[in-house]
């Protein structure tokens, strides 16, 4: 396959994904969900909290694309696997549908930690983040070697049009790298039922996994909009609030008394 029609295949599969992935206020209520879930438990602390709520959506999605190499070879079974057989063909399918939970997982993942998922750059970061873990696990490489362009700096702090640049690339690397190895799965097709929906399930963890990483970083080096404050923030707060009046009645004894002079 030459690299014209490599490209073509990475921008079809970014179209096809785009065209299929969760509306915003569902992933949003996920996350919540997680979130709640995972504070009935009572756990010790706020970052306790936050990766129970964490790795819960994790499993949610490695489960979902492990039925999704399972199903696979059947897609009137699969909400969206129609729509992307007629897009991309069969062999690329699949690996839509992954990519297709993934980035929802990147979106909620996103959503938990603060940063506010409706906002256009947000959900094209989750899905770059998404796209690019997906790729190095499974390839075992690194997308920004494989492409020969230095990371130099998060992803997060790319520009829009960086961002849209790297979508394609990494699209189109995973669209070459999945046609290459589709023919196996082709002809082994029970076999290959049974291997994708292992590989699935453990290449959406490994993602998620490091989704997580990547958020938690951006986290400590960026206070998220929207993010609640912490206990401590909010207790400090409130001290400082009680000691302003104080202060205040505190000084118009004075300026009483001044006046008298």
Known sequence: MTEAEGQSQGRKLLTAVE?????TNSLIALSQQHLSRAQARDLDGE????????EGVVRHFSQRTAITGGLAAAPSLLPGM??????VGGTLADMGMVLKFEVEMALVLSHLHGFDITRPEERQLA?????????????????FVDIARAQGQAIWNYTPREV??????????????KLSRG????????????????????????????CIRDLQIRRQLVKPEGAAPSKDTAA?????ARARPASKAKAAPRARKSQRR
């Not at 690019?132 to 490489?141: E, I, M, N, R």
């Not at 082994?188 to 998620?208: D, E, F, K, M, Q």
């Open 19 to 23: 065209r299929i992935i969760a509306d």
């Open 236 to 240: 400090a707060r409130s001290t400082k």
């Open 82 to 87: 129609g729509s992307l057989v007629s897009l």
């Open 47 to 54: 970052d306790a909290t936050l990766h129970a709520a964490a």
């Open 183 to 210: 023919l196996l799965a082709r002809a082994l097709p029970v076999v290959g039922i049974a291997v994708n929906s292992t590989v699935n399930h453990t290449l959406t963890r490994r993602v998620g996994a490091r």
């Open 164 to 177: 849209s640049k790297l979508l394609l690339s990494v699209m189109t690397q995973i669209a070459l790298l």
């Open 127 to 143: 899905f770059l983040m998404a796209s690019v873990g997906t790729y190095d696990t499974k390839s075992g490489g690194n997308f």
